[in-house]
């Protein structure tokens, strides 16, 4: 069975310029996550999904980040304008769903660096 | 709001037991975890434990959890040079509630 996937797996980008991550959850996992995790701490969500609805976006900074899933399967993470201190590693996971104990898997991240 | 604390570093030899630890203050926790992340790779689920026990085994990991000092352990047996990583304790309640992780501790394994 296919894990998270993500791509890219690396972006180099100047401040202000646009960026987007894509992640694709395992199949059948309705629950999917987005976490920033920056450079020594732990992952930190930025918003999660049931379906396509976004259940719980409260730590996601909306004036430059957006989020979408259509479709309720792959989703996609933009920043716009990026800045310095966006540089991090963008997780997404995802989960069959809220059961006991829900078990969220994880993909490999998008490692950010913003020059 | 909820806080995970872990000590940073950890260093043992090959061989010996590894033993990594956490303390959480939300006393309504109700699921706590163990993940390993290895250098550019994703969290990989180790192993939970619920708040109603004390003690989970799974092979060479033993997780304790003193719920009253809110203190979680994960025990390693016989330390291996693969199980060096990062280890993050995370928690959280029951229902529509996000995990809470800690900033990991980082298992280096001298052979």
């Known amino acids: 069975e296919a894990g998270v996937v993500q791509s890219p797996r690396y972006k180099i980008i100047e401040k202000k310029q646009p960026v987007a991550f894509w992640c694709n959850p395992i199949?059948?996992?309705?629950?999917l996550y987005w976490y920033l995790q920056n450079l020594g701490q732990g992952p930190e969500l930025l918003i999660r999904?049931?379906?396509?609805?976004?259940?719980?976006d409260s730590q996601l900074p909306k004036d430059r980040f957006s989020a979408e899933r259509l479709k309720g399967v792959d989703s996609t993470l933009k920043i716009q304008p990026a800045e310095l201190g966006d540089s991090a590693v963008y997780l997404c996971?995802?989960?069959?769903?809220?059961?006991?104990?829900?078990?969220?898997?994880f993909g490999p991240g998008t490692r950010l660096l913003v020059l | 709001g909820e806080d995970v604390e872990q000590s940073l570093f950890l260093s043992v030899r090959e061989g010996d037991s590894s033993v990594i630890n956490c303390t959480y203050t939300?006393?309504?926790?109700?699921?706590l975890y163990w993940y390993k992340q290895e250098p550019g790779a994703g969290l990989q689920l180790l192993t939970y434990?619920?708040?109603?026990?004390d003690m989970k085994q799974d092979q060479r990991l033993t997780v304790l959890l003193n719920k009253k000092d809110k203190h979680l352990s994960l025990r390693i047996a016989d330390t291996q040079t693969g199980d060096s990583a990062i280890y993050f304790c995370?928690?959280?309640?029951?229902?529509?509630?996000?995990?809470?992780f800690g900033k990991g501790t980082r298992l280096s394994v001298i052979a």
């Open positions: 939300d006393s309504s926790s109700t699921y």
């Open positions: 199949s059948g996992h309705n629950t």
């Open positions: 995370a928690e959280r309640n029951s229902g529509n509630t996000p995990l809470v």
């Open positions: 999904y049931e379906n396509e609805e976004a259940v719980d």
């Open positions: 434990i619920f708040s109603n026990m």
């Open positions: 996971a995802s989960s069959a769903g809220q059961g006991d104990p829900e078990t969220q898997y």
